[in-house]
């Protein structure tokens, strides 16, 4: 089992930015995938950002095209940590950020995809 902790979230202005961390326990492995998705009330959950584990210390990372250039997914295997920096943000950037992980999922981009979950944390821009 693992164990994912969001936190990091809160209330910004437009333009503003924002870091989550997810902080992994647990059964945690370097080749996991790490995502972060977000759901807006009303709406369905979304795919944001991953980052994959190529081998050795190699790392690809996957953006949604609606925050590419803005978010920025990381991670430190030392602490068991996945970061999502976040910055030009905007009010449709409103939602519950959770953070997931998976053992083995090839369409990355599918929440239906990933084993572990966060509980969330609500990030809110205003205008």
């Known amino acids: 089992q693992v164990q994912l902790v969001e936190s990091g979230g809160g209330l910004v202005q437009a333009g503003g930015s924002l870091r989550l961390s997810c902080a992994a326990s647990g059964r945690t492995d370097r080749s996991y995938n790490m995502g972060w998705f977000r759901q807006a009330p009303g709406k369905e959950r979304e795919f944001v950002a991953t980052s994959r584990w190529s081998g050795g210390s190699t790392y690809y990372s996957y953006y949604a095209d609606f925050v590419k250039g803005r978010f920025t997914i990381s991670r430190d295997n030392a602490k068991n940590t996945v970061y999502l920096q976040m910055s030009s943000l905007k009010p449709e950037d409103t939602a519950v950020y959770s953070c997931?992980?998976?053992?083995?999922?090839?369409?990355?981009?599918?929440?239906?995809?990933?084993?572990?979950w966060g509980q969330g944390t609500q990030v809110t821009v205003s205008s």
């Open positions: 997931a992980a998976c053992v083995y999922c090839p369409n990355y981009g599918s929440h239906g995809q990933y084993d572990y």
